[in-house]
C-alpha cells in the first residue's frame, strides 16, 4: 500500500497543500508547532475516519472554515483509488471512494491500512485497559474487516442490556426478566466471539511483540502478552462460558444497573522480566513497548494481507534515546514509512524524501 500524492484543504494549519510522496522513507521536518503532525493525521484519517490525536472532527477544520477536504491518490495491490474525506465543522462528514459514497466504515481496509505510531501511545503501556481493548479491536478489523461485525454486534448487545437494566431500578418484573433472558444470550454469544477472537490474536501477536521489542531496544528481555478475562479462565472456555458469568453476576447487575462481566472490562496485561509494564518497567523501556506493540502490529497486517501498511512514526525520535532510535531505523519494515522530526535525522538516515514543514505550508528539499 502506498499514498502516492495528498491534498489538503482547510485541514488543520494547512489552507492548501499537495504533496507528492515516494515508496519508501519520507521525512517530514521542521520545528514544533508548524504543522508536522498535522500531515500524518491526515493521512491516517484517509484510512480510519478518525484522528489518532483523539481530536473531534471540528478541530481537524482551520480555523475560520466550514469543512476540511484531505484527499488520497493510493495504490493497493497495483490497483490506484482515490480516498476523499470531507470533514464539516457542523454536520455529517462525507467519504468517497473511487467517486462512490463509503456506506461501510470497514470497507476502507481493503484500499488503505495505516499502523501510527505516536507519543501519546506510551499509555497503551502506562494507561488504563480500554486503550489495550481499543488497540486489539483495531487491529482485529485491519486484519479481517469481518470482525468489525462481531465487535458490533457486542456493542449493540451491550447498550441495550444496559439500558435495561438501569430502567428496572433494581426492582424488574417478570417480563422484565425475561427481556433480560433474551439479551443474557446474544450479549454471551457476541462475548464469547469476541473474547475469543482478542485471546487468538494475542497469542499470534504476542512473540512478535517480543521480537519488535529486541529490534528497537536493542536488548533482548523477557516481554510477554497475556489476554485477561476475568469472567473465564482464558476465552470463554470454561464450561457457559460468558453466559454462566451473568447468570452468577446477575443480583450485583440488578442491583448496580449495568453489565459487570464481560469482553468490555477484559485488559491486555504486558510484563517485562514478568513483572507488570505498567507499573515496573522503565521510561524507556514503556516507550521502547510501545513501539514494538505498534511495529509487531504492522508485521501481522504484513504477514496476513501480504501488501503493508502505511507506517506513520510521528515526533517517534524524541520519544527514544540516540541508541533505540537508530535501531528503530535498522529495523523499519518493508513498505511506505512516514516520519516526523523537529530534531532532525540521526545519523545516517538514508530517506528518499525530506518534506520542510513551516507556516502551513510542505516543500520538498
Not at 146 to 156: G, I, L, S, T
Not at 231 to 240: A, E, I, L, M
Request: charge should be negative.
Amino acid at each position: 500500500m502506498q499514498i502516492q500524492r495528498l491534498w489538503l484543504n482547510g485541514f488543520r494549519s494547512y489552507v492548501d497543500a499537495d504533496v507528492e510522496l515516494p515508496g519508501g522513507l519520507t521525512a517530514v521536518l521542521g520545528p514544533n508547532g508548524q504543522g508536522k503532525s498535522n500531515l500524518l493525521e491526515a493521512m491516517s484519517y484517509l484510512a480510519t475516519l478518525r484522528s489518532f490525536r483523539g481530536a473531534p472532527a471540528e478541530a481537524m477544520v482551520r480555523v475560520g472554515a466550514e469543512r476540511a477536504v484531505v484527499r488520497g491518490q493510493v495504490v493497493t495491490d497495483g490497483r490506484e483509488h482515490l480516498v476523499e474525506a470531507e470533514i464539516a465543522r457542523t454536520g455529517r462528514n462525507r467519504v468517497l471512494v473511487d467517486k462512490q459514497r463509503l456506506t461501510r466504515q470497514r470497507d476502507l481496509t481493503e484500499v488503505l491500512r495505516v499502523t501510527v505510531f505516536a507519543p501519546d501511545d506510551l499509555d497503551l503501556v502506562k494507561g488504563g485497559p480500554a486503550l489495550r481493548r481499543g488497540f486489539l479491536d483495531d487491529l482485529l478489523v485491519s486484519v479481517h474487516p469481518r470482525h468489525d461485525q462481531v465487535r458490533a454486534e457486542w456493542e449493540r448487545a451491550l447498550k441495550q442490556r444496559n439500558a435495561l437494566l438501569k430502567q428496572m431500578h433494581g426492582r424488574p418484573d417478570e417480563s422484565a426478566l425475561i427481556t433480560l433472558d433474551v439479551w443474557d444470550q446474544k450479549l454471551s454469544t457476541a462475548g464469547d466471539a469476541l473474547a475469543g477472537l482478542r485471546h487468538d490474536l494475542v497469542q499470534r501477536i504476542a512473540p512478535v511483540v517480543s521480537r519488535a521489542y529486541r529490534d528497537v531496544a536493542a536488548e533482548e528481555l523477557d516481554v510477554s502478552l497475556r489476554y485477561l478475562a476475568p469472567w473465564s479462565t482464558g476465552t470463554g472456555d470454561r464450561p457457559g462460558g460468558l453466559a454462566a458469568a451473568l447468570a452468577a453476576s446477575r443480583s450485583d447487575e440488578l442491583r448496580r444497573g449495568v453489565t459487570l462481566v464481560g469482553p468490555h472490562r477484559d485488559d491486555l496485561e504486558l510484563t517485562l522480566r514478568s513483572l507488570p509494564a505498567r507499573t515496573h518497567a522503565s521510561q524507556g523501556e514503556q516507550r521502547s513497548l510501545a513501539l514494538a506493540l505498534r511495529l509487531a502490529s504492522h508485521r501481522v497486517l504484513l504477514e496476513t494481507h501480504d501488501s503493508p501498511p502505511v507506517l506513520l512514526l510521528d515526533d517517534v525520535f524524541s520519544e527514544l534515546d540516540p541508541e533505540r532510535s537508530a535501531a528503530l531505523l535498522r529495523s523499519l519494515p518493508e513498505g511506505q514509512t512516514v516520519l516526523s522530526s523537529a530534531a532532525g535525522l540521526p545519523d545516517g538516515v538514508d530517506s528518499e524524501l525530506i518534506l520542510d514543514v513551516a507556516d502551513g505550508a510542505v516543500r520538498p528539499r
